[in-house]
Nanobody, 120 residues
Framework: QVQLQESGPGLVKPSQTLSLTCTVSGGSITTDYYYWSWIRQPPGKGLEWMGA???????YYSPSLKSRTSISRDTSKNRFTLQLTSVTPEDTAVYYCARAVTITNEYDYWGQGTQVIVSS
């Protein structure tokens, strides 16, 4: 059973950098044919895919967030990290990490989500 757990600050000030970590257990983030995404849901809105890191280490980002987003990984600790720079109150959301199968793009495991509020 794969488990994902998000961690990071719940409150970030505007213009700062948000950093969240997703720690994975029960499966390796380097296992072939999976990619690991960050997805967020602002209050009252739908899910927004932010970006992903593939089992190979390649990264992909949403065009709308690409200039502010970076995803990296630490294979020794089996975790991956999201950094979002220059945050504004519009970045307030519940942030999820999730695993998907590359061939089908179907998500099979999700973290529970972590609430991030951007406010001074």
């Amino acid at each position: 059973q794969v488990q994902l757990q998000e961690s990071g600050p719940g409150l970030v000030k505007p213009s700062q950098t948000l950093s969240l970590t997703c720690t994975v257990s029960g499966g390796s983030i380097t296992t072939d044919y999976y990619y690991w995404s960050w997805i967020r849901q602002p209050p009252g809105k739908g899910l927004e895919w932010m970006g992903a890191i593939v089992y190979s280490g390649s990264t992909y980002y949403s065009p709308s967030l690409k200039s502010r987003t970076s995803i990296s990984r630490d294979t020794s600790k089996n975790r991956f990290t999201l950094q979002l720079t220059s945050v504004t109150p519009e970045d307030t959301a519940v942030y999820y990490c999730a695993r998907a199968v590359t061939i089908t793009n179907e998500y099979d495991y999700w973290g529970q989500g972590t609430q991030v509020i951007v406010s001074s």
